[in-house]
Structure formats: structure tokens, C-alpha cells
């Protein structure tokens, strides 16, 4: 009776973590790499987060050396950087939120 | 990432249109007593043409230019003066500029507004499940 039950609980935990994925696979890449692995996905999530972050420094060292032109080209790819680096957080505590619930299972 | 924050790309290139026309308006003010022979063409206002953007927002289109002839004023004691007495001004409205600037000025704050709605919506978002 045990092992039904638990192996009932180790797939809702997996549903769940699919779920998981899935949602993080539309807020990062488009719906058509949404059958890649996790690690794909938190890996082209990052290399966006980084391209973004890196348009923002450029875009900084323009505004301290002068050279910008629009103000707030600047202040729309901090703002989004910032957004993106809030999302990927949010993405890596859900998925490690959940890997530290399976550890957390009796067996 | 453009489709995840296209409000803020929207309401970007509404903020380049917007500064855009206020540089030109900018000019225009700038030259309002810019005064020519009658031999030259008076001074060119600038005035922005625009249209809206595939897949969102607005940009500009071009530019066109107002009236070469400008008007002809009477001040012989201007050292540009002709025989006759006659200098060429430019056709600038100064009361048509400043209506236009605080259209160009509203639009700029009403995309900035837009944009920081967006952002404090996008932040909430954050926050669903904690």
C-alpha cells in the first residue's frame, strides 16, 4: 500500500515540476522550445538575460562617456534588464523550491 | 524578448518620435528671427511626418519643410535690407511652435507614464506564488 502511495506522490511532485517547466519555458523562449530539458531552458534564459544586460551596459557607458543620444533608450533596457534578472530569479527559486520539496520526500 | 516586454519597445519608439518632433520644434524656435536677403530663401521650419511601425509603435516617416519664400518684411534699417527696404523672414508661427511643444512635451510624459505602468505591472507579476 506504501509504494502506490508514494509513487503516486513522486508523480504529482514530477506534474508539478512539468508545470513548472513549462511556464518557465513560455515566460523565456518561445512555444516552440517547449519540449527541450529544463537545463536548455534555464541556459537560453540566461544567454537572453545576459544579452539584455549586456545592451544595458553599453548603453551605460554611453551615457557616462556622453555619447548617448536618448536618454531613455538607456532607462528602457535598464528597466529591462532589471525586469529579466527579476524573472530568472523568480524561475531558478521556483525550480529550486521544488527540488528541495522532492528531497524533502520520506521514502 | 521583444513580444515579453513589447509595451515597453511601444511606447520606446513613441519616446524617439516624440523627441524627435521636439528637437524640430526646438529649431524652428530657434530661427524664429533668423532674417535673410530677399535674394535668399528665408529659413525652413522642420516639420515631422510620422506613421506607425509594423508590429507596434510609431516612427518617423521624414521630414518636410515649410515655405522657402518665408515673408517679406519692410526694415530698411536692417543691414540685410534691399533697395527697397525689404528683408525675407521665415514663416514660423511662434504661437503654432508652442502649441506643438506641449503636444510633443504631453506625448513624451503620457509614453513615460505608459512605461512606468507597464513596469509596476510587470513587477507585480513577479510576485504571483510568493
Known amino acids: 500500500m506504501a509504494i502506490p502511495l508514494v509513487g503516486s506522490a513522486t508523480s504529482a511532485a514530477l506534474t508539478s515540476l512539468q508545470q513548472a517547466q513549462s511556464a518557465a519555458s513560455t515566460a523565456g523562449t518561445s512555444a516552440a522550445e517547449a519540449n527541450s530539458s529544463f537545463g536548455d531552458m534555464v541556459s537560453q534564459g540566461i544567454q537572453s538575460l545576459d544579452a539584455t544586460q549586456q545592451s544595458a551596459d553599453k548603453l551605460a557607458l554611453q551615457a557616462a562617456t556622453g555619447d548617448l543620444s536618448d536618454m531613455h533608450d538607456y532607462l528602457i533596457a535598464a528597466t529591462k534588464a532589471s525586469l529579466a534578472t527579476d524573472l530568472t530569479v523568480a524561475v531558478r527559486n521556483k525550480a529550486v523550491d521544488s527540488f528541495n520539496e522532492i528531497m524533502r520526500m520520506q521514502i | ?130
Not at chain 2, 22 to 49: C, H, P, W, Y
Not at chain 2, 64 to 79: K, Q, R
Not at chain 2, 101 to 129: C, F, K, S, T
Open chain 2, 1 to 130: 524578448m521583444a513580444g515579453l516586454y513589447g509595451v515597453l519597445d511601444t511606447s520606446g519608439s513613441a519616446l524617439d518620435t516624440f523627441k524627435t518632433w521636439m528637437a524640430a520644434l526646438g529649431d524652428n524656435v530657434a530661427n524664429v528671427n533668423t532674417i535673410k536677403r530677399t535674394s535668399e530663401s528665408a529659413f525652413q521650419a522642420r516639420l515631422i511626418e510620422v506613421r506607425e511601425r509594423a508590429g507596434g509603435g510609431v516612427e518617423v516617416a521624414g521630414v518636410d519643410f515649410s515655405n522657402p519664400e518665408g515673408t517679406i518684411v519692410y526694415d530698411p534699417t536692417s543691414p540685410l535690407a534691399d533697395a527697397k527696404g525689404e528683408v525675407r523672414a521665415p514663416a514660423v508661427e511662434m504661437s503654432d511652435q508652442m502649441t506643438s511643444m506641449i503636444a510633443a512635451q504631453r506625448g513624451y510624459q503620457l509614453n513615460l507614464a505608459v512605461i512606468d505602468r507597464a513596469r509596476e505591472a510587470y513587477q507585480a507579476a513577479l510576485q504571483i506564488g510568493k
